[in-house]
C-alpha cells in the first residue's frame, strides 16, 4: 500500500506563493508519474499538474504558467511551486501516484484571501 504525505498548505494572500510537497513511500517500485490534483467542496477533483519520471510536465490551463512541478525520484518527492495565487486556487490538493494504479494522499488546504 502506497502512503503519500503532503505538507506545506497554508494561508496566503492573493499573488503570493506556497509550495506543496509530498513524499510516497510503501512501494517497491517508482510509478510511471505523480502529480497533485485540487478538489473544493461539492464539486469533482481537478486535475493540477503531472510529471512523468522522465521530467515531462503537463499542466491544467488554469494553473499553466504559475505553477511549476518538479520531483526527486530518488526521495519519491513531488513538488508543486504556486505562483501568483488566486482566490480561485483554494482547495485541498492532494498529491497523486500513478502507479498504476493511481493513489490520491489525504490533501492540504491551501487558502487564498485577504
Known amino acids: 500500500q502506497v502512503q503519500l504525505v503532503e505538507s506545506g498548505g497554508g494561508l496566503v494572500q492573493p499573488g503570493g506563493s506556497l509550495r506543496l510537497s509530498c513524499t510516497a513511500s510503501g512501494s517497491s517500485f517508482s510509478p510511471v508519474a505523480m502529480g497533485w490534483s485540487r478538489q473544493v467542496p461539492g464539486k469533482e477533483r481537478e486535475f493540477v499538474a503531472r510529471?512523468?519520471?522522465?521530467?515531462?510536465?503537463n499542466y491544467a490551463d488554469s494553473v499553466s504558467g504559475r505553477f511549476t512541478i518538479s520531483r526527486d525520484n530518488a526521495k519519491n518527492t513531488v513538488y508543486l511551486q504556486m505562483n501568483s495565487l488566486k482566490p480561485e486556487d483554494s482547495a485541498v490538493y492532494s498529491c497523486?501516484?500513478?502507479?498504476?494504479?493511481?493513489?490520491w494522499g489525504q490533501g492540504t488546504q491551501v487558502t487564498v484571501s485577504s
Open positions: 497523486t501516484w500513478y502507479g498504476p494504479p493511481i493513489y
Open positions: 510529471i512523468f519520471t522522465g521530467g515531462n510536465a
